[in-house]
């Protein structure tokens, strides 16, 4: 019996192919979205604690200066000879060629067994390692990067980090240019009896405890929750389809299920019978969902990747690895959305009358009743939306803002199109154009999930694209303040930047010294720059708030100007005092924005840099000359000193590569945006082929009454488009809504700073376009199919026996 | 003659190859008078119905309307012709569910270029509509509801109605009434009216009638 | 006392950080090789020599409480050269390592260091003396006319553990082999190898049941070579024996695939050796005992016909486990027999 029933069931696919490859393309795209950016939040993620992980600083605490500053070496010994076992590390980022590389320099003679990541010393390889020009140890990848670049002998280690290289410290000292210095000091976790206490034996230190999640984990948070939300919203733009084609099939089939129960089987097995098919499809849809979203995340990943490394500095491979959680969870994600797409249609069927009449049209009626139920929960969260945005704070609170924003806004359209269609209808003038309205309210609806899946998907694009716009516009125009020097110039040695200095001084019109030390400013890493008293500067660099005469003060060494992201995150002001790396204070005088930067940085005058960090390295230049010159200089620059061609970088280079970040970043969103609109299209088209279906019994009479086949389908792809248009319409509206919240609230959280808000309509002709597009495609099937139905399917609906 | 069908034959194509539905029906109909076509379900009385109403052609004959062969004219003159030439009233009523009573009555009239408020005010009284006119047909009872597709079909004025089974889905008191009402208005308008019943009884109610058994005419 | 040498070679250059036993027992590529006929300079030969691949300062002690109770402690100063010069700052080839270990007759104590040479971690130095890795040292404070070993100050602490003792030499340096040249086999293997076999020790050990006192006496060789065993050479058995008398004896047994290589030496109460003829010695082990989940002999029978000397050995503490890289058994020993006295045993390669 179950057998039989479930044959009789799945032979209405055979008859529906195409109702079948929409249930599962819907289901498999839905699946592959979020499966794809599971993938690639899941690659981040094992690579954040990959580096949360190196040399064990998830499982041992560490001794650091307070201020992050480098720590003489001869602590490390002091520490030892007081019978402490530590292990010196140090770290820093350098360049090979035009490859950056985080440089980790380990000791391993001391390092405790947990931090122990490459056996460095293999066979013979110790003395390789510890002596010059020693070894360098890189993931595959990693290593991959390097065979171009004038590098030490590498080698490849799984399991490091990508970006990252493992050395002996003595050759990370050395490349580095940190003589005698190191970073850190693991703390072996079981220590002999007898030890004086570390207060006494190095006062200037203090344990850092293991932290299972890095300053990576924390800072790139908000992006991949921001990947998340619109892996979600894709994934529920898919359901749509889902929900249309399962709702579809179930009143087809409503027949059959009559019969079948009046045949005697129970009206449970029978629900158990469609659970069975739905998860067979969901299985089938999901398999190949996960494997779609196996190439979507591959492709995404490299510029993900580069996202991070260029905002976050944070290294993700550019490569996927199969992980077995991120892709049975796609699996589990797509049975379950069948089900839920599905569990109204199953409630239906548990409430079916034995002997209800048939009633095609039922399912796409939906009563009064509901809509303004619908409505009302619009508006509810709407005003919730409001309330957010009044008193909530956190970037938790602005994607709940986001949510309830979008929602609201879906569940309201079907309301504002039935008001504007009730407008057309009262405009509309001649029997067709009234019917035309009247009928595309009724349709109203049938087609509302999908029109709410548009909308979502064209106010994400909106938003999203005001928001990027804004964000470049700003971006640029701060490029051109803050890159206000036409050269930048980097020294090998010391000795070669003051010849360079001198050799400048006769040549341009100014030569400014950048140079910067790393520390930690309020607990967060930062970096300390030392600017000269320059017009540059006063000219040009974008100051956000800041008091009289800051230019004066910074060069009297009264104060310091911190960017935007560090005021921010700390609550910091103008006046307010800070605590810079060595201890002293400063008060602050302005605030200055400082876009593309995961961290905090400070500004002071030149001689107050030299005077509290006389280490400071001193190798970087901007040079000032007239435009037209900068290019000779450059060229008798490197000629000069022999210099690489990337240590002397003119301002369009650095810009070049600043925008290059800047349009990775959003290459993702730009293109899930894509997919996701696509999905939407995808959900119309569901929609419409399913109506079509439905449509019959209103189109017959009509073409009985004198109207051609051909002209009902010229009305029905009107019908699309115009549905579309008005959604569309909608859209732009949430959508600057959208943008205002990414803007003001969500970048804020996640970057640390504000932007101001630009309109361009001109995108919006353009994304509206598109939606016709995909609205006209989505409806030219079901319009040319009922252009060329034949008369009798059309006569099947007077036909007596129904 | 408005109505003439000479030597009308139509297949249908099944699994087992063709189904001859029609064999070459002849019959006319004067203008003003009416006619059930009568027969067994199955017999094809509803197809040729189709077929005057150029709803569907047929695959040898001629159909003359009006003094016009409507056999091979393309759809834009099909449709021409059913939108001013002839009138429909089904067994399902077949309304316009999106449109309420009074837009569902003026619709074909206004279709077919005749919008007559007076006659369509005439019409609702007297097919008892004038209290729903602001209805919507799913709110109708079945007589209402094929009242009004009546009321449609002639506000347009055809010059032949056509009716399939139109009180099939009535009890038969109603029933009764509705196609009272329908064959004195068709009178009224002086339209001919073809009409396909499978009752003896209704059938006999018409000037003439003609019986249809295995797709010829007995 | 070679033996040793494949212990620290095993240890630094290879299990430290691998598998590998790649470069045993072959030739001293670059690295200086001991010659017959070289007489110390001392005190600059109580220094390390980092011409060589391998040296160490190791120094055991039989130790006694109040009440009786002995104690073994070991104290023990590796150099390993990677390559034969020796560089300031963190390109130094030289490594270092530590071992420490405190037996008493329920527990062993064991600590490890490993170090680089170059940054002050870890070194020797001659005059004045001083040898340490961390922490640990063994730091000499003779008088300016006295030997630098003559008398030392002895540190090291693990986890658990740790110790303090002063240590007085109560005789002289002795040479092994011939003038301090210590043939090891038939193929020519040498090491420059000295004793100071008469410490006489007072001090403090530090165990988790509290701080006691000890006198005693303590073994320190100092030993460098380049060229470290046969590569037929599975383990070997080493005695350091203090007869209640005051002569010494120093003596191991080499096993290989055959009857194993057996050599002694015997050092009068005065400090004179009379090196013994290869074979003279007999070592045979009377009882084993499951050691670290290895068969280790517990109990040995001892004899030098030569000297009158035929004892019967047992160990303090059988579980004298040195649980290192490189693990090994090193402990206390008591013997009794022909003649009676304490000492140390050491014993590698038992699988």
Not at chain 1, 346 to 366: D, E, F, N, S, T
Not at chain 1, 590 to 610: E, K, S
Not at chain 1, 741 to 750: H, Q
Request: hydrophobic fraction near 50%; aromatic fraction near 8%; charged fraction near 15%.
């Amino acid at each position: 019996m179950v057998w039989t029933g479930l044959t009789a069931l799945l032979s209405h696919w055979r008859r529906r192919p195409v109702q079948l490859a929409m249930l599962l393309l819907g289901l498999s795209l839905a699946t592959a979205l979020w499966s794809a950016i599971q993938a690639i939040n899941g690659e981040a993620r094992a690579s954040y604690d990959r580096a949360a992980a190196i040399l064990g600083q998830d499982r041992i605490a560490q001794l650091v200066r307070e201020d992050g500053a480098r720590i003489d070496q001869q602590v490390f010994v002091r520490l030892r000879r007081a019978g402490w076992l530590v292990s010196p590390v140090i770290e820093g980022e350098m360049r090979f060629g035009d490859v950056r590389l985080r440089v980790l320099g380990i000791d391993p003679l001391t390092l405790p067994p947990q931090a122990q990541q490459v056996d460095v010393a293999a066979g013979d390889e110790l003395l390789p390692f510890i002596t010059a020009p020693g070894v360098l140890y890189a993931a595959p990848e990693t290593a991959a990067r390097l065979t171009e670049q004038a590098t030490p002998p590498v080698r490849v280690a799984e399991g490091l980090p990508p970006g990252t290289v493992l050395t002996d410290i003595g050759q990370a000292q050395v490349l580095l240019g940190a003589k005698d210095k190191i970073s850190r000091l693991l703390l072996w976790p079981d220590q002999p009896i007898g030890r004086p206490p570390l207060k006494v034996t190095v006062p200037g230190l203090t344990v850092r405890e293991p932290s299972e999640t890095g300053d990576l984990a924390r800072l790139t948070d908000s992006f991949h929750l921001n990947l998340t939300a619109f892996g979600f919203l894709a994934f529920a733009v898919g359901l749509f389809i889902v929900h249309s084609a399962i709702g579809l099939a179930f009143e087809q089939r409503r027949q059959v299920f009559r019969t079948l129960r009046a045949l005697g089987l129970p009206t449970r097995v029978l629900v158990l019978l469609l659970i069975a098919e739905l998860l067979i499809f969901a299985l089938l849809a999901g398999l190949v969902g996960v494997a779609l979203g196996y190439v979507v995340a591959s492709a995404l990943l490299p510029d993900v990747a580069a996202t991070l490394r260029g905002l976050y500095g944070a290294d993700v491979p550019g490569t996927l690895s199969i992980r077995p959680a991120v892709w049975a969870a796609g699996l589990a994600i797509a049975v379950i959305g069948t089900l839920v797409a599905a569990a109204q249609s199953l409630w239906r069927l548990w409430h079916l009358p034995l002997l209800a009449p048939a009633q095609p049209r039922a399912w796409a009626r939906a009563s009064e009743r509901a809509l303004r139920a619908q409505g009302v929960t619009a508006m509810v969260l709407l005003l919730a939306a409001a309330g957010i945005a009044q008193f909530g704070s956190g970037l938790e609170a602005g994607f709940a803002l986001l949510a309830v924003l979008l929602l609201g806004a879906a569940l309201a359209l079907p309301l504002v199109l039935t008001g504007i269609l009730h407008l057309g209808d009262r405009l509309a003038r001649g029997p067709l154009a009234e019917w035309f309205w009247a009928d595309t309210r009724q349709q109203l609806p049938g087609l509302s999930l999908a029109l709410m899946a548009l909308l979502l998907a064209l106010a994400a694009n909106v938003g999203v694209s005001t928001m990027v716009s804004s964000f470049r516009l700003t971006f640029i125009g701060w490029l051109d303040q803050r890159l206000a020097s036409e050269l930048y110039v980097t020294a090998r040695t010391e000795a070669e930047a003051t010849a360079i200095h001198d050799w400048l001084v006769q040549r341009s019109d100014a030569v400014l010294p950048i140079w910067s030390i790393e520390g930690r400013v309020a607990g967060q890493p930062a970096a300390i720059y030392g600017v000269a008293d320059h017009a540059t500067y006063r000219d040009n660099w974008p100051i956000l708030s800041a008091v009289p005469e800051v230019w004066d003060r910074i060069a009297k060494g009264e104060g310091a100007l911190i960017n935007e992201q560090l005021a921010r995150r700390q609550g910091l002001g103008l006046g307010d005092q800070i605590t810079l790396p060595g201890g002293w204070r400063a008060s602050i005088v302005g605030v200055y924005a400082d876009y593309g930067n995961p961290i905090g940085q400070v500004i002071i005058g030149i001689d107050t840099l030299v005077r509290h960090y006389p280490d400071v390295s001193r190798l970087r230049y901007a040079i000032r000359i007239a435009p037209g010159k900068a290019e000779a200089l450059a060229r008798g620059l490197r000629a000069e000193f022999g210099l690489p061609a990337q240590n002397v970088i003119d301002q369009a280079g650095i810009k070049v590569f600043s925008l290059e970040v800047f349009e990775r970043t959003f290459n993702v969103t730009a293109a899930l945006n894509v997919l996701t609109l696509g999905v939407a299209g995808l959900a119309m088209f569901a929609s419409l082929m399913t109506l079509s279906g439905m449509r019959l019994p209103q189109l017959a009479p009509v073409w009985a009454m004198g109207l051609t086949r051909r002209h009902l389908a010229w009305l029905e792809l009107s019908r699309g488009l115009l549905l579309a248009a008005l959604t569309m319409l909608a859209a732009v509206p949430v959508g600057i809504a959208l943008a205002f919240v990414l803007l003001a609230v969500v970048n804020v959280e996640a970057f640390g700073w504000r932007l101001p808000m630009y309109l361009f309509p001109g995108d919006w002709a353009r994304l509206a376009a598109l939606a016709l597009l995909a609205a006209g495609l989505a409806a030219v099937v079901p319009a040319w199919r009922l252009a060329r139905l034949s008369p009798s399917d059309l006569l099947k609906v007077f036909a007596h026996e129904r | 003659m408005l109505l003439r069908l000479h030597r009308i034959d139509k297949f249908y194509p099944t699994g087992e190859g063709p189904l001859h539905v029609l064999h070459g029906i002849d019959l006319s109909l004067e203008a003003g008078k009416s006619l059930a076509l009568t027969g067994e379900s199955g017999s094809g009385k509803s197809t040729l119905l189709h077929l005057v109403a150029g709803l569907d052609s047929p695959d040898a004959g001629e159909i003359h309307l009006g003094g016009t062969n409507i056999v091979g004219l393309n759809d834009t003159a099909l449709a021409a012709l059913r939108r001013r030439t002839v009138g429909l009233v089904f067994q399902q009523f077949n309304l316009i569910p999106s449109l309420n009573v009074a837009a569902n009555l003026a619709f074909q009239a206004r279709l077919a270029g005749r919008p007559d408020p007076v006659w369509l005010k005439v019409l609702a009284e007297r097919l008892g509509l004038a209290k729903v006119l602001t209805r919507y047909p799913e709110q109708l009872s079945t007589g209402q509801q094929q009242r009004v597709a009546i009321g449609r079909t002639l506000a347009a004025r055809p010059r032949l109605v056509l009716a399939d089974e139109p009180t099939g889905n009535l009890d038969e008191a109603t029933g009764d009434a509705v196609l009272d009402l329908m064959l004195s208005l068709v009178a009224e308008t002086g339209a001919a009216l073809l009409m396909v019943t499978h009752s003896n009884r209704l059938a006999n109610r018409l000037n003439a009638r003609v019986h249809l058994h295995a797709g010829r005419l007995a | 006392m070679s033996v040793r040498a494949l212990l620290i070679y095993l240890c630094l250059a290879a299990p430290a950080f691998g598998q590998g036993f790649a470069g045993l027992g072959t030739e001293a590529d670059g690295f200086s090789v001991p010659q017959p006929g070289t007489a110390f300079n001392f005190p600059a030969d109580h220094g390390p020599h980092p011409g060589y691949r391998i040296e160490w300062w190791y120094l055991t002690a039989n130790l006694q409480a109040a009440d009786g109770a002995d104690y073994g402690v070991q104290w023990t100063l590796f150099r390993s050269a990677l390559a034969p010069v020796e560089r300031s700052g963190w390109s130094s080839p030289q490594l270092w390592m530590g071992h420490a270990g405190l037996t008493t007759q329920a527990h062993q104590f064991v600590a490890e260091r490993l170090a680089r040479g170059g940054i002050g971690q870890a070194g020797v130095t001659a005059a004045p003396f001083a040898a340490w890795i961390d922490n640990w040292q063994m730091a000499g404070r003779a008088l300016p006319e006295a030997d630098a070993l003559s008398a030392l100050d002895l540190r090291a602490a693990g986890q658990a553990f740790s110790y303090e003792l002063a240590l007085d030499a109560k005789g002289p340096l002795v040479p092994q082999g011939v003038q301090g040249y210590s043939v090891k086999s038939e193929k020519g293997q040498a090491s420059y190898y000295y004793s100071q076999p008469f410490y006489h020790v007072t001090g403090t050990l530090t165990l988790p049941a509290g701080v006691i006192a000890v006198t005693g006496q303590a073994w320190l060789d100092h030993e460098w070579s380049s060229q470290p065993l046969a590569e037929d050479q599975t383990g070997w058995d080493w005695f350091s024996l203090h007869f209640d008398s005051g002569e010494k004896m120093m003596g191991f047994r080499l096993r290989d695939g055959g009857a194993g290589f057996t050599s002694a030496t015997w050092i009068k109460a005065d400090g004179r050796p009379q090196p013994q003829a290869p074979g003279a010695l007999r070592v045979t082990p009377l009882e084993t005992a499951a050691v670290a989940g290895r068969s280790v002999p517990i109990r040995w029978r001892v004899q030098l016909p030569e000297k009158g000397v035929d004892v019967t050995i047992r160990t303090l503490n059988p579980e004298a486990w040195m649980d290192t890289r490189f693990p090994y058994w090193e402990g206390p020993i008591r013997f009794e027999g022909t003649h009676a006295g304490r000492g140390y045993l050491e014993m590698t390669g038992y699988e």
